[in-house]
């Protein structure tokens, strides 16, 4: 009994995206229809494919009702699943933009991705320029993303996450993750 009230506790201190990346990612890894259905989420016209594990995670505050409510979590699960992580990763989307285009001496192409995502002002045109930026990420770099932390930025876009993901980018460290709504 006592076993299972300390194994009980860590979920209390995890955060709501932490637990919806994990839900995705056992999910992904036991029913390979959901994984598949989540793939094709990635689409704006069958994005509606995703809803069913949306819904039943709705406890973790996915409300398919509102697009800046639903987007992120539709946009981090699509990429999970594309990606087939077997876990939540370390690797930063501006490290990982980076990364893409190592061979590359001036990184041209690295700068103009994130300059293009850097541009977006909502959150809808963020995600739309961000699928295929995700999926570049899969198949050039090979280390997962840490979902975790992109689904906290893509909840919170705005100057700040911009300015993280330029941070990342360029090397610098960004700020400690010390107020609400802080990454």
Not at 49 to 67: C, H, K, P, R
Request: proline share 3%; hydrophobic share 35%; aromatic share 8%.
């Amino acid at each position: 009994m006592q076993d299972d009230q300390e194994s009980a506790q860590p979920d209390k201190k995890k955060s709501n995206e932490q637990r919806f990346v994990e839900a995705v990612i056992e999910r992904c890894q036991k029913d390979k229809g959901m994984s598949a259905r989540l793939r094709r989420a990635d689409n704006p016209a069958t994005e509606y494919q995703s809803w069913e594990l949306l819904g039943s995670l709705n406890y973790l505050g996915v409300d398919l009702e509102q697009d800046y409510k639903r987007l992120p979590f539709v946009t981090v699960a699509a990429a999970i699943a594309k990606s087939k992580a077997g876990r939540n990763g370390s690797l930063t989307l501006g490290k990982a933009i980076l990364a893409c285009y190592e061979n590359d001496r001036e990184s041209d192409q690295a700068k103009a991705r994130l300059r293009r995502l850097l541009a977006c002002d909502e959150l809808a045109e963020v995600c739309r320029i961000l699928r295929p930026v995700l999926t570049l990420i899969d198949s050039k770099v090979g280390a997962p993303l840490d979902f975790v932390r992109l689904l906290k930025q893509l909840k919170f876009f705005g100057h700040r996450t911009k300015t993280q993901w330029a941070q990342e980018f360029y090397g610098q460290a960004a700020q400690p993750e010390n107020q609400e709504g802080a990454i």
